[in-house]
């Protein structure tokens, strides 16, 4: 309790004591206020010494610069002098005093808001030498920045005099700038900005530099844009050399001399390179362009030089073109090569095309035919494609799928014309003298561009796994395409034969094919002749012409049997043409082996089936046979049976018809679809004539 109470005591204390200070204060401001009211009293009476000062102040400033005022021409002269002779530093000097007493002057009058507008001009009209001073001073500043990479190798006071300057007046104008906020006050042709001035004549400078270097005319030098990039990263990189060297040294550290002048450089150059594609470029000076920007521009040939990176490890290179830009150019390049490809394309086939019907051979490499479509074909696709790897591998893409679109459309431009030169051979087939060598070289031509397209796409590109790679669906396209036309010219190839046989075709199943053994010896010998000419395919072409071909004979030879144009009347003359037919299947399979030891003999298998259909001495006999046909070849039709049963001779038109149901029921093949497998698949015939 003791305790509180002396707290208690202390607090009142202290109440007590606040209380009296408050008397105090308000007694004090009662005393102020008092006194303020004779302050406008005492204003008015004071004017008249107030006015007094402002005299003394502008006579004091006066004063203080009288001897500039008096001394202003003279002073005006020698600071001229001082700037012809080269002597910068005295001319600032003398410049800064001038400006000094100009500004001084000027600002007194500023403070009197009532001062006289007259005496303002008065004052600067009789100034007015000094803003010319000022501007002959920093014309002779740009004289010597304007050749500051030469004047820093031989005099680089020079420079460094002329950097002092601008950065006093820099300093002044900060100055002169905070002094305008706390006064109002701006002294005349301030801010100079001399710092902007220096940095505008060193931007054109290089400018000028780089514009110097004019390129050669494209009709005088084909290699002009080469020699004129060249030009210029020498110039560059020997220019870059000076400013590491040089002029790191002399610079101010904050101008940041490495990084300016390698903006100034890259700012020039840009437009330079902006206003080459204005005026146009041709075939692959769009590749050297690119390249050049996009690779050497950026690499240790030019801005990433050791000679130049000892000062600029930490600078920033941007990029010579934007990603727009380069798009820009890869899709004009695109567009101009195009229409060149095509051309070359063209051109090439027509230039090769006149060899074909020429009495002349074609050439042979590797011991089979070929044309020189496909080696110079693809030679030109490579050159492009070399050209465009070196640039980067968006280029790459882009010319490729280009190249491979254009291989697609001159497949088709190829065949038209192959089809063309067929067409006039057999309107005349006297009038090509080597038709069947050419067209052997033409199939192999073929399967080069498929060979050369696989090699292509080994050589150039890698399949990129995250995406649907359009190139690589191309290059299946292209392969496709090609080997389309490669049987499709087979095909021509087998109409000469096919041609030349077409009567012993027809003439099969007649009493004179039943009378002599020549018709099917005279087609053998016909197709061992042309496939003599054939020897010159490449293995995998001999082998398809060799199938087309048993194809084509066995399409043909079923086909005349089935016609029914001999009528059989005896089971003699069945068992004769049975075993004619069987007969004449051995010299055909002896045919084939002899062209193709690993021919597919399947397609002649079912003439012997047909021919026991044929010599079938008894009913029995003949339903059996019928059915192990029926059974084996699952694509026979209910006319082939038909045909077939009513060569024989010996059956009625509706028993024919009904038996010819009841083996496909048999077989389970009354209800299935058309099914391809063997023969009879390629064999259509009618038994509408029978009925």
Same mark, same amino acid.
């Given at each position: 309790?003791?305790?509180?109470?002396?707290?208690?005591?202390?607090?009142?204390?202290?109440?007590?004591? #606040?209380?009296?200070?408050?008397?105090?204060?308000?007694? @004090?401001?009662?005393?102020?206020?008092?006194?303020?009211?004779? /302050?406008?009293?005492?204003?008015?009476?004071?004017?008249?010494?107030?006015?007094?000062?402002?005299?003394?102040?502008?006579?004091?400033?006066?004063?203080?610069?009288?001897?500039?005022?008096?001394?202003?021409?003279?002073?005006?002269?020698?600071?001229?002098?001082?700037?012809?002779?080269?002597?910068?530093?005295?001319?600032?000097?003398?410049?800064?005093?001038?400006?000094?007493?100009?500004?001084?002057?000027?600002?007194?009058?500023?403070?009197?808001?009532?001062?006289?507008?007259?005496? !303002?001009?008065?004052?600067?009209?009789?100034?007015?030498?000094?803003? #010319?001073?000022?501007?002959?001073?920093?014309?002779?500043?740009?004289?010597?920045?304007?050749?500051?990479?030469?004047?820093?190798?031989?005099?680089?006071?020079? &420079?460094?005099?002329?950097?002092?300057?601008?950065?006093?007046?820099?300093?002044?104008?900060?100055?002169?700038?905070?002094?305008?906020?706390?006064?109002?006050?701006?002294?005349?042709?301030?801010?100079?900005?001399?710092?902007?001035?220096?940095?505008?004549?060193?931007?054109?400078?290089?400018?000028?530099?780089?514009?110097?270097?004019?390129?050669?005319?494209?009709?005088?030098?084909?290699?002009?844009?080469?020699?004129?990039?060249?030009?210029?990263?020498?110039?560059?990189?020997?220019?870059?050399?000076?400013?590491?060297?040089?002029?790191?040294?002399?610079?101010?550290?904050?101008?940041?001399?490495?990084?300016?002048?390698?903006?100034?450089?890259?700012?020039?150059?840009?437009?330079?390179?902006?206003?080459?594609?204005?005026?146009?470029?041709?075939?692959?000076?769009?590749?050297?362009?690119?390249?050049?920007?996009?690779?050497?521009?950026?690499?240790?040939?030019?801005?990433?030089?050791?000679? /130049?990176?000892?000062?600029?490890?930490?600078?920033?290179?941007?990029?010579?073109?934007?990603?727009?830009?380069?798009? =820009?150019?890869?899709?004009?390049?695109?567009?101009?090569?195009?229409?060149?490809?095509?051309?070359?394309?063209?051109?090439?086939?027509?230039? &090769?095309?006149?060899?074909?019907?020429?009495?002349?051979?074609?050439?042979?490499?590797?011991?089979?035919?070929?044309?020189?479509?496909?080696?110079?074909?693809?030679?030109?696709?490579?050159?492009?494609?070399?050209?465009?790897?070196?640039?980067?591998?968006?280029?790459?893409?882009?010319?490729?799928?280009?190249?491979?679109?254009?291989?697609?459309?001159?497949?088709?431009?190829?065949?038209?014309?192959?089809?063309?030169?067929?067409?006039?051979?057999?309107?005349?087939?006297? !009038?090509?003298?080597?038709?069947?060598?050419?067209?052997?070289?033409?199939?192999?031509?073929?399967?080069?561009?498929?060979?050369?397209? =696989?090699?292509?796409?080994?050589?150039?590109?890698?399949?990129?796994?995250?995406?649907?790679?359009? /190139?690589?669906?191309?290059?299946?396209?292209?392969?496709? #395409?090609?080997?389309?036309?490669?049987?499709?010219?087979?095909?021509?190839?087998?109409?000469?034969?096919?041609?030349?046989?077409?009567?012993?075709?027809?003439?099969?199943?007649?009493?004179?094919?039943?009378? =002599?053994?020549?018709?099917? !010896?005279?087609?053998?010998?016909?197709?061992?002749?042309?496939?003599?000419?054939?020897?010159?395919?490449?293995?995998?072409?001999?082998?398809?012409?060799?199938?087309?071909?048993?194809? @084509?004979?066995?399409?043909?030879?079923?086909?005349?049997?089935?016609?029914?144009?001999?009528?059989?009347?005896?089971?003699?003359?069945?068992?004769? &043409?049975?075993?004619?037919?069987?007969?004449?299947?051995?010299?055909?399979?002896?045919?084939?082996?002899?062209?193709?030891?690993?021919?597919?003999?399947?397609?002649?298998?079912?003439?012997?089936?047909?021919?026991?259909?044929?010599?079938?001495?008894?009913?029995?006999?003949?339903?059996?046979?019928?059915?192990?046909?029926?059974?084996?070849?699952?694509?026979?039709?209910?006319?082939?049976?038909?045909?077939?049963?009513?060569?024989? @001779?010996?059956?009625?038109?509706?028993?024919?018809?009904?038996?010819?149901?009841?083996?496909?029921?048999?077989?389970?093949?009354?209800?299935?679809?058309? /099914?391809?497998?063997?023969?009879?698949?390629?064999?259509?015939?009618?038994?509408?004539?029978? =009925?």
């Amino acid at each position: 309790m003791e305790g509180q109470m002396d707290g208690i005591r202390t607090g009142m204390e202290n109440l007590d004591t #606040a209380l009296k200070h408050v008397k105090e204060v308000e007694l @004090g401001l009662h005393g102020i206020k008092d006194a303020l009211k004779n /302050v406008d009293a005492l204003n008015e009476k004071l004017s008249e010494v107030r006015k007094e000062h402002v005299k003394h102040s502008q006579l004091a400033a006066a004063m203080e610069n009288l001897k500039h005022i008096f001394t202003v021409p003279e002073s005006v002269e020698k600071t001229r002098e001082w700037i012809s002779d080269g002597k910068l530093l005295y001319a600032h000097q003398s410049l800064m005093d001038l400006e000094n007493s100009r500004d001084s002057l000027l600002f007194e009058l500023h403070k009197h808001a009532g001062a006289p507008q007259g005496d !303002q001009r008065l004052l600067i009209s009789y100034f007015a030498d000094v803003s #010319a001073l000022s501007k002959e001073l920093l014309k002779q500043i740009k004289l010597t920045l304007v050749r500051t990479l030469n004047v820093v190798r031989k005099e680089p006071k020079l &420079v460094v005099t002329a950097l002092r300057l601008v950065e006093r007046e820099e300093a002044i104008d900060r100055m002169t700038l905070s002094c305008q906020n706390e006064t109002g006050f701006l002294p005349p042709d301030r801010p100079k900005m001399w710092k902007d001035e220096a940095m505008s004549v060193l931007r054109s400078a290089v400018q000028n530099r780089v514009e110097g270097n004019r390129p050669a005319e494209r009709e005088t030098t084909k290699t002009w844009l080469t020699l004129y990039l060249e030009s210029i990263r020498s110039l560059i990189l020997e220019d870059l050399k000076v400013v590491n060297q040089l002029c790191v040294p002399v610079f101010p550290p904050h101008w940041n001399v490495c990084q300016m002048f390698l903006d100034f450089y890259h700012d020039a150059l840009r437009d330079n390179i902006e206003e080459l594609v204005r005026n146009g470029l041709v075939d692959d000076e769009y590749l050297f362009l690119l390249n050049w920007a996009c690779n050497t521009y950026p690499s240790a040939e030019c801005m990433n030089h050791h000679s /130049v990176r000892s000062q600029m490890e930490n600078l920033e290179i941007r990029p010579l073109l934007e990603k727009e830009q380069i798009e =820009s150019l890869i899709n004009m390049y695109i567009k101009e090569l195009t229409e060149k490809i095509k051309g070359l394309f063209l051109k090439t086939l027509n230039t &090769v095309s006149n060899d074909w019907e020429k009495n002349e051979p074609p050439e042979i490499v590797k011991n089979y035919t070929r044309t020189e479509l496909a080696p110079l074909i693809f030679k030109n696709i490579e050159d492009h494609l070399k050209n465009a790897k070196i640039v980067s591998q968006d280029m790459l893409k882009e010319v490729l799928l280009l190249n491979l679109k254009l291989l697609l459309e001159f497949a088709d431009t190829f065949k038209a014309l192959v089809y063309s030169y067929k067409m006039k051979h057999f309107m005349d087939r006297n !009038q090509i003298p080597r038709f069947t060598e050419f067209m052997v070289a033409l199939v192999n031509t073929c399967s080069e561009f498929i060979e050369l397209t =696989s090699q292509l796409k080994l050589r150039f590109w890698r399949m990129n796994n995250d995406t649907v790679d359009e /190139v690589a669906k191309l290059f299946t396209s292209v392969a496709d #395409a090609y080997q389309k036309v490669t049987s499709e010219f087979c095909d021509y190839l087998l109409e000469e034969p096919f041609q030349d046989t077409k009567i012993y075709f027809d003439g099969i199943m007649t009493r004179e094919w039943l009378a =002599s053994s020549e018709t099917v !010896q005279t087609i053998c010998v016909t197709f061992k002749d042309y496939f003599s000419d054939y020897g010159m395919l490449r293995p995998d072409n001999l082998k398809f012409v060799a199938e087309e071909a048993q194809l @084509g004979v066995a399409k043909r030879y079923i086909t005349a049997l089935l016609q029914q144009k001999l009528s059989l009347r005896t089971a003699e003359e069945r068992k004769q &043409v049975g075993e004619k037919i069987c007969e004449e299947k051995k010299q055909l399979l002896m045919l084939f082996r002899h062209i193709s030891e690993d021919t597919d003999e399947s397609k002649l298998s079912p003439i012997d089936e047909l021919a026991d259909v044929i010599s079938a001495d008894n009913v029995d006999f003949l339903s059996f046979s019928l059915r192990t046909l029926a059974q084996k070849y699952r694509d026979l039709a209910e006319d082939h049976l038909i045909c077939l049963m009513s060569i024989r @001779g010996d059956l009625g038109k509706l028993e024919v018809r009904q038996k010819a149901k009841e083996v496909l029921e048999d077989a389970g093949q009354v209800e299935k679809m058309n /099914v391809d497998g063997s023969i009879f698949s390629y064999i259509h015939v009618t038994a509408s004539i029978f =009925s």
